[in-house]
């Protein structure tokens, strides 16, 4: 090809440590640009048919993904409103009683039964 490796014996490529496949190229001073390209190996009619499938079985577990968030975001919406109720259902109860032991009662049996109502028991 011309270059100086042909003229002087004293220049040599020598490349080890793997198994090289088609072109090698050992390159030492570069002035421009180098593009390297190839073919893509061609692709089976089967292999063509499972990447459609898998990139449509992806998409499908990725929407059903987002719904599962969308929902998850709406039950803890109201995840707030349990203590509240709570709350707001002892203050009344001992203001219609004004007695501690019987709204402390209320309370050991209203907080379970109001957290149920209100979802806040789910099992995720």
């Known amino acids: 090809m011309g270059d100086r490796g042909d003229q002087d014996p004293n220049i040599y490529n020598h490349i080890s440590g793997g198994h090289f496949q088609g072109p ?3 390159i030492r001073d570069v002035h ?3 593009t390297f ?3 893509a ?9 499972f990447r459609r499938q898998f990139i449509e079985e992806t998409r499908r577990q990725w929407a059903r993904q987002e719904r ?3 929902a998850a975001r709406t ?3 109201c995840g707030c409103l349990a203590p509240v109720a709570v709350i707001v259902g002892i203050v009344v109860f ?16 209203a907080i379970p039964v109001i957290i149920g109502l209100l979802g806040g028991g789910r099992r995720r």
């Open 24 to 26: 090698v190229y050992q």
């Open 37 to 39: 390209t190839w073919a």
């Open 41 to 49: 190996p061609p692709q089976s009619p089967e292999e063509i048919a």
């Open 68 to 70: 599962e968030r969308v």
């Open 75 to 77: 039950r803890a919406g």
């Open 94 to 109: 001992y203001n219609v009683t004004h007695d501690v032991i019987s709204t402390v009662f209320f309370s050991l049996f």
């Open 32 to 34: 421009g640009n180098i």
